[in-house]
């Protein structure tokens, strides 16, 4: 009995000593994060390891657990844009290389963190001309809302960097269809108060709180 209890102990340890070396053994896979915004990157592989059949992407914050995040069936280079990214946060990026059998022969882990919001814009800006208004409201997560006086309320998700700001305006909430403008912008002040001008246009906004 003692036998097949020590048998029985030995083989379950060569189990688990295989599981680490096969952790261990995966060949290197050069990871890059590029174009990274407030709330946006891309993750490259930029070569092809040789008998690729598909990738699996897996993400988290930097001090939490690998979650998978999509799995991209290509034998070439592998590049994700991920998107939905906190502001200011500290991510990390696992790409695994599989065969055509399915198993695990090559990964590379990447770290990243994502721009912080330009606090120059945090705040409502508001633009008033008679009974017409319009103002935009900018959030430090990089969401925030449009408001015009015709037409009502619309979430937005902005970014701005290098006197440029580009904003996404959601039509039928987060999940709908969305259109992108993209705008230079300018934040000055006066004997009025501080305001935000975009394009060069004759709009004024007015800084009412931030």
Sequence with gaps: MIKYLFLGFFVVLALLS??????????????????ITINKATVKCDETPAGVFFYDVDLAKETEEFKLLKSVDTKDKLSVDISD?????????????????????????????????????????????????????????????????????????????????????FVDGIDGTSTVTQNTYYVG????????KMNSTLYRFVLERN
């Design 85 to 169: 990214l906190a502001v200011g946060t500290a991510y990390k990026v696992r790409v695994r290389a599989f065969n055509g059998s399915g198993k695990a022969f090559a990964q590379g882990v990447v770290s990243f963190t994502t721009v912080k919001a330009n606090t120059d814009l945090l705040g409502t800006w508001k633009y008033t001309y008679n009974a017409y208004s319009k103002s935009y409201t900018f959030n430090k997560d990089g969401y925030g809302m449009y408001e015009d006086s015709n037409s009502g309320m619309q979430l937005i998700q902005w970014e701005a960097v290098s006197g440029r700001i580009e904003i996404r305006t």
């Design 189 to 196: 002040a006066d004997g009025v108060g501080v305001y935000l």
């Design 18 to 35: 295989s599981c680490v070396s096969d952790d261990n053994s995966l060949a290197p896979l050069d990871v890059k994060a590029q174009n």
